[in-house]
């Protein structure tokens, strides 16, 4: 038996066994309490990676929330505007229902003038005269539509309302266009109504720029025809007012801080120019006409400062006898064309020397070289399933080389060139004459087939000339322009032939058909059309001035016995308004007016 001594002995043996036990258990416990730390750390991350994905996930699920409320809102607003404009359209259908109903009755009562003045024609009268007759009832009920809003610029004539061009200045424009043409017309009564207005009210005080070229041809170029046929020099003083704010403008010093060419728009209230573009031929070349006549009207030099310009213009002409486009940088460049920035510079190289009965040879060599520029360079043949006709093309002036049918487009604004090559050729020698009147008929089929062939028998703003010689339509909208029937005008004038005044009734009763306005419909007038394709077309509420003051007086004289309007006497204005010719002070006369143009 082991003794207690011996016992406890070995009992202390154990111990450090013991010790090591339990630290090894410390230890794994420890070890595994790390283990578990680091996978709750793993964990940890992996939970705040998800946590950060899901928050990136909300994120972008808002995000696309927010863009899919946005296009369902736009989607709302889509239905909305389209169930506004499907309103818009039924009321529109509604009101032409209703309008073509009143119609109708308007048409019949129309009809029934037209065969009274028909009716009461005498036999020796021309068998055209009612036509003629026609036209001024048509231009008789633009007035009326026009008198409840007399002073203003424009009427709008599908909503019954007015405007200005000039939110503080009426410049009267639609009044002041449409004189001459009442006077031409026989309505006497309405142009001494217009006349004394013009006298009691206006004032051309504008504070803003205005066009230089738009109110030349249209106010000034208005006011001084009406004073020629009037003789009221209260009429000559409006115009004196007009010439004198915007004169300024042709001043040397004007025209130097626009590089040498007048600026297009001119404020008068502080005599400064403004240009975001230079300024374009036909802006500051198609203003003489009216500058010249009222030096002539007034003997007041200044308003020569104009024509100052034409030996420049000369010295940018090219061999060819056209011009570029465009003056910018001190010369003319880009396309030359007879369309658009340039159509009526061409035009008042042949009336400026008109206007002087041709005392003037600057105009007529000017003349002379553009014109045989145009029909050699410009006319090109095009052969259609209704016979060749001829468009008028435009060139590369910086080669000198010009289109032979590339893809070519054909603005409306080129069918006045038809007419000036008729008028032109009467004053030319024989073989010339014959080569430009030759492509002035040409063209004019072309001009009047852009009416004929399509569906309204209005023609589009503009078409193109494709490689193949095809015609399409690249502006369809009609904006009752004159050139066309301009062109008929002078072509019927010069030939005789009665194809040009059946295309122009044509293209009138198009016209009367398609662009007039029903006026039981509390409407007034006509309206462009937006598409000729479309029949009925919709109207865009809009009547240009141009219209009585070009496209009604041209249809009217068209018709008219040519006494209505002797062309030996008068020159017409690139905005038709007829200027009497006269020899210039400053000139030894070749030529004399004749006795039959000179006023008791």
């Not at 309103?87 to 529109?92: A, I, S, Y």
């Not at 409407?523 to 109207?539: F, K, M, N, Q, R």
């Given at each position: 038996m082991m003794s207690p001594v011996m016992r406890r002995s070995r009992a202390w043996q154990f111990i450090p066994f013991a010790v090591v036990g339990v630290l090894y258990f410390i230890c794994m416990s420890i070890w595994d309490l790390n283990q578990k730390v680091a996978k709750a750390s793993v964990a940890e991350k992996t939970i705040w990676g998800l946590s950060t994905k899901l928050q990136n996930i909300k994120k972008e699920l808002e995000e696309d929330n927010g863009k899919a409320n946005i296009k369902i809102a736009k989607l709302h607003?889509?239905?909305?505007?389209?169930?506004?404009?499907?309103?818009?359209?039924?009321?529109?259908?509604?009101r032409r229902k209703d309008a073509d109903e009143m119609y109708a009755v308007e048409r019949k009562e129309i009809d029934s003038k037209l065969t009274n003045f028909k009716q009461s024609a005498s036999e020796n009268i021309n068998p055209h005269s009612y036509r003629a007759s026609a036209v001024r009832y048509t231009l008789k009920s633009v007035w009326d539509a026009y008198t409840p809003h007399m002073g203003a610029d424009e009427i709008q004539p599908v909503s019954n309302a007015s405007k200005l061009w000039d939110t503080d200045n009426k410049q009267m424009v639609t009044l002041v266009d449409s004189l001459d043409t009442l006077y031409l017309a026989g309505l006497h009564t309405e142009f001494q109504e217009g006349i004394e207005y013009i006298a009691k009210n206006f004032d051309f005080t504008p504070s803003s720029s205005v066009s230089l070229f738009e109110t030349t041809i249209r106010v000034l170029g208005g006011l001084l025809s009406a004073f020629a046929l009037s003789n009221d020099d209260r009429v000559l003083a409006a115009a004196v007012q007009v010439g004198n704010k915007l004169v300024g403008a042709y001043s040397e010093e004007a025209i130097s801080s626009n590089g040498g060419m007048p600026y297009p728009s001119w404020n008068p209230s502080t005599s400064t120019g403004h240009s975001n573009y230079g300024t374009f031929l036909?802006?500051?070349?198609?203003?003489?006409?009216?500058?010249?006549?009222?030096?002539?009207?007034?003997?007041?030099?200044?308003?020569?400062?104009?024509?100052?310009?034409?030996?420049?213009f000369k010295s940018q002409t090219y061999p060819s006898?056209?011009?570029?486009?465009?003056?910018?940088?001190?010369?003319?460049s880009g396309r030359i064309s007879t369309g658009s920035y340039s159509d009526s510079y061409y035009e008042y190289l042949l009336k400026l020397w008109l206007l002087t009965e041709q005392n003037e040879e600057l105009y007529k060599d000017m003349y002379i070289a553009a014109a045989d520029g145009i029909v050699d360079h410009l006319i090109l043949d095009i052969k259609l399933t209704n016979g060749t006709q001829a468009f008028v093309s435009s060139g590369d002036n910086y080669s000198q080389q010009f289109n032979v049918f590339e893809n070519d487009n054909f603005e409306h604004l080129s069918c006045f060139v038809p007419g000036m090559l008729a008028l032109g050729s009467v004053y030319l020698p024989p073989l010339q004459a014959e080569k430009h009147l030759k492509a002035a008929k040409k063209v004019a089929s072309f001009c009047a087939h852009m009416y004929l062939d399509t569906e309204t028998g209005l023609s589009p703003d503009e078409v193109s000339i494709g490689v193949n010689k095809e015609k399409s339509l690249v502006k369809r909208n009609y904006g009752l322009r004159p050139e066309t029937v301009e062109s008929l005008f002078y072509l019927w004038r010069v030939?005789?032939?009665?194809?040009?005044?059946?295309?122009?009734?044509?293209?009138?009763?198009?016209?009367?058909?398609?662009?007039?306005?029903?006026?039981?419909?509390?409407?007034?007038?006509?309206?462009?059309?937006?598409?000729?394709?479309?029949?009925?077309?919709?109207?865009?509420?809009?009547?240009?001035?141009?219209?009585?003051?070009?496209t009604l007086k041209y249809l009217y004289l068209l018709f008219a016995d040519d006494d209505a309007l002797d062309l030996d006497c008068w020159v017409l204005n690139t905005e038709a308004h007829p200027f009497p010719k006269f020899i210039p002070y400053h000139v030894t006369p070749v030529n004399h007016i004749p006795e039959k143009c000179?006023?008791?």
């Open positions: 607003e889509m239905v909305k505007i389209l169930r506004s404009e499907n309103k818009k359209m039924k009321e529109d259908l509604d036909a802006e500051s070349g198609s203003v003489q006409l009216e500058y010249y006549y009222l030096y002539h009207a007034t003997g007041d030099e200044k308003f020569l400062e104009p024509l100052k310009l034409m030996p420049k006898g056209l011009i570029g486009s465009s003056w910018n940088g001190g010369s003319f030939t005789r032939d009665p194809i040009y005044r059946e295309w122009g009734w044509s293209i009138y009763l198009s016209i009367e058909r398609h662009c007039r306005v029903c006026q039981k419909c509390k409407a007034s007038g006509y309206s462009e059309v937006s598409d000729v394709t479309i029949v009925p077309p919709y109207l865009t509420d809009h009547m240009d001035t141009f219209f009585t003051g070009e000179k006023k008791a």
